[in-house]
């Protein structure tokens, strides 16, 4: 599907405004809405893509910048060794609850928009990957996607490095889909393993997928990132999202017109 050129906007939150970017299909309509949180470095030019192929398949996705208490609205920080040990420190200057009342604040921005359908889901990568976690625990978020979501088995997000993810999974009710690289350095056998135990015990419905690949082998840019793992977890999410969530007026027109027409 052709999609509009991203809009920006500025959601309040208890913590001060957040920047959000907001890609969706270009055809009038209503869609599923999908938040999805970035790594450690913000909205880079691979996160836009990424978003912007959710778009492309039928939603409405929304990227809020989750450091917007400690950078200025727009900042990007870069896949460099500066920028990571920034976003490093970011991660746990923030509080936890602070990462929370912004997935809420987000997550009520895409049911209050006249286009959205209501039918919500959440997806992330890295650290986005364990915010999409904790945003998973929502009761109207019906499916999450995490990719290789960092610190979970630590229980070092935020502030004081001591949060309660595993404590607070038996608060997903939507369907979980987990991907892992197996030679991921920040995400061992032991601590995957504690992940997977701690969601059996609550008993959620999850599905959860280990491929050969490194930290970060979804973006598409850098020596790590692998075309064709990227290509068999687009099949996977894709499927969650759809069954899940919806096609909203993905078949047809808002006048009856082909689905032809949006291509």
């Given at each position: 599907?052709l999609?509009?050129?991203?809009e ?7 913590t ?13 309509g209503?869609?599923?809405?999908i938040?999805?949180?970035?790594e ?11 978003a912007?192929m959710?778009?492309?398949?039928g939603?409405?996705?929304a990227c ?17 060794e500066?920028g ?20 809420r604040?987000?997550l009520?921005?895409?049911k ?11 997806m992330?990568i ?6 999409a ?20 088995h ?9 949060d309660n993810?595993?404590e607070?999974a ?5 369907e979980l889909l987990?991907i ?8 061992p056998?032991?601590?995957r393993?504690m992940?997977?135990a ?7 419905r999850y ?6 690949g490194?930290h970060?082998?979804?973006r598409d ?20 999202f ?17 689905a032809?027409?949006?291509?």
């Open positions: 599907m999609i509009k050129d991203s920006v906007v500025d959601i309040n939150t208890p001060g405004e957040m920047r959000a970017h907001i890609f969706r299909p270009a055809a009038p209503n869609y599923p809405g938040l999805m949180f970035s450690i470095f913000q909205v880079t030019a691979p996160i836009r893509r990424t912007a959710l778009a492309g398949h939603f409405i996705v809020p910048e989750i450091y917007h208490e400690l950078e200025p609205a727009g900042t990007v920080l870069s896949y460099d500066e990571t040990t920034r976003g490093n420190a970011h991660k746990i200057t923030k509080e936890v609850h602070a990462y929370d009342s912004d997935a604040a987000v009520d921005y895409l209050s928009r006249d286009d959205c359908t209501g039918r919500l889901g959440v992330g890295c650290v986005g990957g364990h915010l976690f904790r945003a998973a625990m929502n009761p109207d978020v019906l499916a999450a996607v995490c990719f290789y979501a960092t610190d979970i630590k229980r070092a997000l935020g502030l004081g490095k001591n993810s595993l607070r038996g608060e997903i009710k939507g987990h892992w690289g197996r030679q991921d350095p920040h995400v056998l032991e601590g393993n992940v997977k701690r969601l059996d015990e609550v008993g959620t599905t959860w997928h280990e491929f050969n490194q970060a082998f979804m840019e850098g020596h790590r990132y692998d075309p064709a793992l990227s290509r068999l977890s687009w099949d996977l999410l894709l499927e969650l759809h069954r899940r969530l919806g096609w909203g007026d993905l078949d047809s027109d808002t006048d009856g017109a082909p032809e027409s949006r291509h």
